[in-house]
């Protein structure tokens, strides 16, 4: 049960890194409005937020197959730190426990599969 929990909260968490970057590229204007209101009007560049779009699509993705887990959880964790708006909190939690448990996460691409361990 622990792997398939651990493989949900993984699955979750990086689609919602996706949607978000999607959010990014395909509504600039509403990413610009996030950014005035929670993020003090940092990264309010509409190509600045198209790129952190793609990176935050290509990051979910390396999240939800499990792949580079050493690097993507920390990253993943830092992608959202406006500990101000309440989801970021959850989303940095969850992150920390994902980090926490990559050991115990076996159902992941990258080379945890068979059980192997670093």
Known sequence: MKARTLLFLRATLGCLLIWW???????????????????????????????????EILLGAVVVLGLGRRWAYPAQALTDTNVLFYPSVIVFAASLVLWAFRDEDRLALDGRLAGAHT
């Open 21 to 55: 970057g999607l959010d990014k590229l395909i509504q600039v204007e509403h990413g610009v409005q996030v950014a005035e209101h929670f993020y003090w009007g940092v990264g309010t560049s509409q190509s600045w937020l198209r790129v952190a779009g793609a990176l």
